[in-house]
């Protein structure tokens, strides 16, 4: 008889176990939407699934590493690397930067009254620019670092842009306009240290620009970029449709 | 007309083309569960199986996929518990060829056994003296963890992934995956035993019957072990075959002859073990019965050409072959010892079911011959085209292979650059 318990405890146990696994994986869920967390664990889940050329640490752009993969989702706040390599660098001389740039093709200005304005830089404008469609957040709402910022409809493609900070939107703008968003810190004051800056932002762009072309290179042939240029103004209209989706997801960091 | 469902960053081929290559399939499933049916409905009077001739045809299916999916359950030990980082590349395609393997094996066992409305009657009134208990307890409990652990695949599908909650609930589902990993160890460890062990007790047909370690025979060790072998070897053929038929890099260089070499150091202990127990069975245990070992082997076409068959060509050969560096890492090679593995434990599993119930044991016996009727062999047709239809869209729709998207790809040569930068002035 204590086989029998012993045999059939040991299976239902198992099967307890596999129920408790599932049940905590739905409360956990349900715990990350009521902290309002569900944004930043919708990025942490993709962020791994971008590819590895999607994924480089800023500090490759600079040099101080060779190759470097990112672990903390594009978050330097936290990251010990990061504020370990900004100690070592020399004191940066003169006024703030004038915008600051984040890695899904975002630019923050700050603005004298506290608030940021968050446009798309050249080469995001250049992708996302005469969208079919439009979907700005309202004024009042909230954005989270790395959720969606606003939606663009562009030949058939829903394009995400990141949002670049923590914010409440105060105001919306568009394309015509230059800028996008106008968001309001939600605790006292923005917190930048995540995104590019200065000396960074340059060679960023060069790799961008180096990424657009070498995803759009023919088999077995190196991409080239004979004398740098600009984008053309509209690239969806010069590639088929599926290098046009690759091409968003890489340089939007869509999964 | 389907690209919004595929995973973005790499190509499949186009949807006339992908209902081509099912369409087939599709056939053969219908036909399948067309004789499935047939035997639901009418009873095993539609098989070639009777009272002496139980196990047949999908016994013989049901133990060798689940050899063949046990990669799924070790993979995920080698990545979650020993933390084998490489074997993230093909884990996915393991779970999905893990769940594929055991959910078609529970198909046939619920045509085989009968009676499907009675399914819940092993587990309310279970016999806790017989090795099948345990085997039904295990491989049911393994096939919820299989669709737990295939749910977050699914769920990062490219639309799918839109919806926030699921993603939520896949990332957190995720993190808790190392728990499912143990578990699944766990119970395959059993379930892969038991059906050796379930041989191995059968005091009736001297053939099989084994002594062993405690209450468990030798080949309740061999079939944990055998299977560990083989999984490993399956992924690495049917990621080399999706390869193939795809035109598509899947995983880095490294990772199939990581598989090959994981399979390899399993198999020489599998090889060596079975090698030790056949000698203590032909010097030991099969004289104790009454028999000599040569007997068992008199009865055409099961000579002896068989157990050295198994033994040496679909088992050392491939392991001195997948352990060799040099000799792993060419395809060439690879491959075919690949193949030999999976083929081996097909062959053991051939032996101990068919070879088993068609030895006589009795002075009045005969030697029994059976052949599948065609109501078996289509419902074991109808398992082959179900997993690959399921592979196959798996594939389309999902992120088997994570490494696929980084690695470079043959682009249509039609394809020519084109003009998006205009020169500044």
Redesign the interface.
């Known amino acids: 008889m204590l086989?029998?318990f012993i045999?059939?405890g040991l299976?239902y146990t198992?099967?307890a176990?596999?129920c408790v696994?599932?049940a905590?994986?739905?409360v956990?869920?349900f715990e990350?939407?009521r902290a309002r967390r569900?944004?930043a664990?919708?990025w942490?889940?993709?962020f791994p699934?971008l590819?590895?050329?999607d994924r480089v640490c800023r500090h490759e752009f600079t040099g101080e590493f060779k190759h470097r993969t990112c672990d903390r989702a594009f978050d330097c706040r936290e990251c010990q690397q990061h504020a370990a390599l900004v100690a070592r660098r020399p004191a940066e001389a003169g006024p703030a930067p004038e915008r600051y740039y984040h890695r899904g093709h975002t630019w923050v200005q700050p603005e004298p009254d506290g608030t940021v304005t968050v446009g798309l830089d050249p080469l995001g404008e250049s992708l996302a620019a005469g969208p079919e469609a439009l979907e700005l957040p309202e004024a009042g709402a909230r954005v989270q670092l790395n959720g969606p910022g606003w939606y663009a409809r562009k030949r058939g493609v829903r394009l995400r842009i990141l949002a670049p900070l923590d914010g409440e939107v105060v105001a919306t703008g568009g394309a015509d306009q230059g800028w996008y968003l106008k968001l309001k810190p939600l605790d006292g004051r923005f917190e930048m240290r995540h995104l590019l800056r200065g000396a960074e932002v340059q060679p960023w762009m060069a790799r961008e620009m180096e990424r657009?072309?070498g995803a759009?290179?023919?088999?077995?042939?190196a991409a080239t970029?004979a004398?740098?240029?600009?984008?053309?103004a509209d690239?969806a209209a010069?590639?088929?449709r599926?290098?046009w989706?690759?091409l968003c997801?890489?340089i939007f960091l869509?999964? | 007309m389907d690209?919004q469902l595929m995973p973005?960053?790499v190509?499949r081929c186009s949807l006339p083309q992908f209902l081509l290559w099912i369409v087939p399939w599709c056939a053969l499933l219908v036909f399948g569960l067309y004789g499935a049916g047939l035997c639901l409905v009418k009873g095993l009077n539609q098989t070639n199986m009777d009272n002496r001739f139980a196990f047949g045809l999908w016994i013989f299916l049901d133990l060798t996929v689940i050899a063949l999916g046990a990669g799924a359950f070790f993979t995920g030990f080698l990545l979650y518990i020993l933390k084998k980082k490489e074997l993230k590349a093909v884990i996915n395609s393991a779970v999905v060829i893990g769940f594929i393997c055991y959910s078609g094996a529970v198909a046939a066992l619920l045509v085989d056994v009968g009676q499907p409305l009675r399914f819940w009657f092993t587990f309310w009134h279970?016999n806790?003296h017989s090795m099948l208990t345990?085997v039904t307890?295990?491989i049911t409990?393994y096939l919820?963890?299989l669709f737990?652990e295939y749910v977050p695949i699914v769920l990062?599908n490219?639309k799918l992934?839109q919806i926030?909650?699921f993603?939520?609930?896949?990332?957190?589902?995720?993190?808790?995956m190392p728990?499912?990993a143990g578990?699944g160890t766990?119970?395959s460890f059993f379930h892969q035993g038991s059906l050796g062990g379930l041989y191995g007790v059968l005091r009736g047909r001297p053939f099989a019957f084994r002594d062993g370690f405690a209450i468990w025979p030798s080949t309740f060790f061999l079939f944990i072990l055998s299977a560990a072998a083989a999984g490993p070897c399956f992924i690495l053929l049917t990621t080399w075959a999706v390869s193939k038929i795809s035109g598509r890099q899947l995983v880095r260089p490294g990772v199939l002859p990581l598989l090959g070499r994981i399979s390899g150091i399993l198999l020489v202990p599998y090889i060596l073990l079975k090698s030790v127990d056949t000698l203590v069975w032909i010097d030991h245990t099969a004289p104790a019965r009454g028999f000599a070992a040569h007997q068992f082997y008199a009865w055409k076409p099961f000579g002896e050409w068989m157990l050295f068959a198994e033994i040496l060509i679909f088992g050392l050969l491939p392991a001195l072959i997948l352990l060799g560096r040099r000799f792993r890492e060419r395809t060439g090679l690879l491959i075919p010892a690949a193949v030999l593995v999976c083929l081996g434990i097909a062959m053991n599993r051939f032996v101990l079911t068919v070879q088993t119930l068609a030895l006589p044991t009795l002075p009045f016996d005969g030697f029994m011959t059976y052949l599948p009727s065609w109501q078996e062999t289509a419902t074991f047709l109808a398992v082959v085209a179900y997993g690959v239809l399921l592979y196959s869209l798996s594939f389309r729709y999902l992120?088997l292979f994570?490494q696929e998207?980084?690695l470079p790809q043959?682009?249509?040569?039609h394809?020519?650059?084109?003009?998006?930068?205009?020169?500044?002035c």
């Open positions: 086989s029998h045999f059939l299976f198992v099967l176990i596999i696994t599932v905590a994986a739905f956990r869920a990350d939407f569900a944004e664990v919708c942490e889940a993709t699934d590819p590895a050329r657009l072309h759009l290179a023919p088999a077995g042939q970029m004398d740098g240029g600009m984008p053309v690239i010069a590639i088929s599926e290098d989706e690759a997801g890489d869509l999964p | 690209s973005r960053g190509r279970p806790v345990e307890f295990c409990c919820t963890v737990i990062k490219r992934r926030p909650s993603l939520v609930f896949e990332f957190e589902l995720h993190k808790l728990v499912l578990v766990f119970l992120v994570p998207k980084d043959p682009r249509p040569a394809e020519r650059e084109r003009a998006i930068l205009e020169p500044v």
